[in-house]
């Protein structure tokens, strides 16, 4: 099991969203030897455009274009993405599965609910992966809903599904991630740190192309989906942004909760003035 881990483990809500957020940086981990996997939440069936099949069919191209070793797609349904008990089970089943060091998830907050809810979703199920109980006795949705009435918020009922998550996570052992960084591209806010992707830029820019059935210039949802042509000036303009910041010509911006550590000081990259 442990032969076969992922080093790096990319979750977000929608088939398409990692590609768009931190493709560069996955493509040059895979570079760099090391394993990387991809869950989407969602397959896509709300899209405006194409099916939830021809999205799998591209979601896979994308990640053989972006080197990925594991890339699976939940079936928690689109637009729909909420943080429950049963998810949570969900993702960290997963998460023991597969058991990444380093998890990456969207940032806590922006436009779409799927987006941030899948933030908090993925962070507590990182958290849950670790507790040796999880799926046995003691701890339960009953004992978490508890917790959750008391701090103000409705009972939720028990899902039909949840006693065979239950018992699908407890098979596996505990594992909860070293690390959790944001991708936010997405949100106006100034990242800790950027991944420098000026090698990978064009590799990101084909993964996104993979999208077909949402990137190829056509009638439906025009207004909300830039055209083809347009897609490669947007992607250089904010990995040219973030790049900008580092001193490097394409990178892709994170947040990190900890602070950073230093060993030596003359060390530091960036320069300062
Ligand atoms: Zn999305």
Known sequence: MSSSALDILAIAAHRDDVEQTCGGTLLKMAQRGHRTGILDLTQGE?????????????????????????????DIPDGR??????????????????????????????????????????????????????GKQGVS????????????FSRGKPDAEEPAASAAVAQLAPHRPFKIVYATLYYDIRPTFVVDITDQFEGRLQSIYAYKSQFTDQAAGAGDFPAHAEIRQRVATTAG????????????????????????????????I
Request: some cysteine; glycine content about 8%.
């Open 241 to 272: 942004f973030y790049g900008l910041l580092a001193g490097v010509k394409y990178a892709e911006p994170f947040l990190q909760k900890e602070v950073g550590l230093v060993e030596d000081l003359l060390k530091i990259p960036i320069k300062s």
């Open 46 to 74: 709300l899209g405006t455009r194409g099916s939830a099949q021809e999205r799998a069919a591209e979601a896979a191209e994308a990640a053989r274009i972006l080197q990925v070793s594991w890339r699976q797609a939940l």
């Open 141 to 152: 949705s009953q004992e978490s809903e508890v917790r959750v009435e008391a701090h103000g």
């Open 81 to 134: 993405v909420e943080n429950t008990w049963l998810n949570r089970l969900k993702v960290a089943r997963v998460l023991r599965e597969q058991r990444p060091r380093v998890v990456i998830l969207p940032y806590w907050r922006g436009r779409h609910p799927d987006h941030y809810t899948a933030s908090v979703l993925g962070y507590e199920a990182c958290f849950l992966a670790g507790l040796s109980k999880l």
